[in-house]
């Protein structure tokens, strides 16, 4: 009925999330061209963010299956996985927004996927007189375990009383009374449209993830206000930061070297002269969206 209704020239599933699946077959018999785009590891398993298992080839197993889903559920993984495969095969393109995820993907799913990089709206941060004489480190996003910040307020913790001056500024929503430690601040929720003016008082960003991050907008979004950063070095963030280049990488949820790397930032300088990249803009992603649907419909 939705197709009847609008009658589309192109059909883009961008996630199927709360769909069936059956929902896609539906889109290829529609008679439209049907491209697909994807953001996480939803197609491999429910479990979208795959955190806990490194191995994509070991999402259909029984073990897998247990300690996700308390109960082996293993068929039903399999079934799922013939569905999804069929239905790629018969799309006319597929995207995704970082090499990392494409070849994550082709390992399960033997197609070729086109590196569409995410664009973030570009912004102006505020000019702003620093009158804060420590550094200033800053999280932005919701606060969930699988973002890591818990592992970032601990390792804090852990300096805070040999730098007292430094502060952890915590921007983002959550589901729980915020903790209470020295030199560490919870602002909540916050807007698109505060990034001009949040990020200009913060010194380093920290994005501590402890799931692969198949791009992370974040790390967009710091760059784009001329940040230095630090990140979990893992997912596509990982490979799009070189440590000692544009940034500092530690070990997903390692306490120790996250500390280790928040008091590098507090006894060296050489950060501040690194070069913030370039980063991508939403027009150019659109762009680039706009020809690839041109080339779906003329194929």
């Known amino acids: 009925e939705v ?7 192109l059909i883009h599933i961008m996630h199927f999330v709360n769909w069936p699946l059956s ?3 539906q889109a290829i018999q529609s008679g439209r061209p049907v491209v697909m785009s994807f953001h996480d590891y ?3 398993t429910p479990h979208y963010t795959m955190q806990g298992e490194k191995d994509s080839s070991q999402t259909t197993t029984p073990a897998y299956a247990v300690k996700l889903f308390g109960k082996d559920i293993s068929p039903y993984l399999l ?15 597929l995207a995704v927004p970082s090499p990392y995820l494409a070849r994550v993907l082709g390992q399960i799913f033997p197609f070729d996927f086109k590196v569409i990089e995410y664009g973030i709206r570009p912004f102006t941060p505020q000019k702003v007189i620093k009158n804060w004489t420590g550094l200033r480190f800053g999280y932005l996003g919701s606060l969930l375990p699988q973002k890591g910040w818990e592992s970032l307020f601990t390792a804090f913790q852990k ?7 430094a502060e952890l500024h915590f921007f983002g929503g959550m589901d729980k009374a915020a903790p209470v430690s020295p030199g560490i601040f919870f602002h909540g929720i916050f807007e698109q449209s505060d990034l001009p003016q949040i990020l200009p008082h913060l010194d380093v ?5 402890v799931f692969a991050e198949t791009y992370s907008l974040v790390l967009s979004e710091m760059w784009q206000a001329g940040l230095p950063v630090a990140v979990s070095n893992i997912g596509a963030m990982g490979e799009r930061v070189t440590d000692g280049v544009n940034g500092r990488k530690f070990e997903p949820g390692n306490i120790s070297q996250i500390a280790e790397v ?4 507090l006894e060296q300088d050489d950060w501040r002269m690194w070069p913030v990249p370039n980063v991508r803009l939403d027009l150019e992603m659109a762009s680039e969206y ?3 649907y041109q080339n779906a419909l003329r194929n």
């Open 290 to 292: 706009d020809t690839w």
């Open 262 to 265: 928040l008091t590098w930032f």
């Open 3 to 9: 197709f009847k209704l609008i009658n589309p020239d």
């Open 23 to 25: 929902v896609i077959e």
């Open 79 to 93: 079934q799922r996985r013939s569905i999804i495969t069929s239905a790629l095969g018969r799309a006319k393109a």
């Open 159 to 165: 300096i805070a009383p040999i730098y007292p001056q």
């Open 205 to 209: 960003g920290i994005i501590p993830s």
């Open 42 to 44: 939803y197609a491999i």
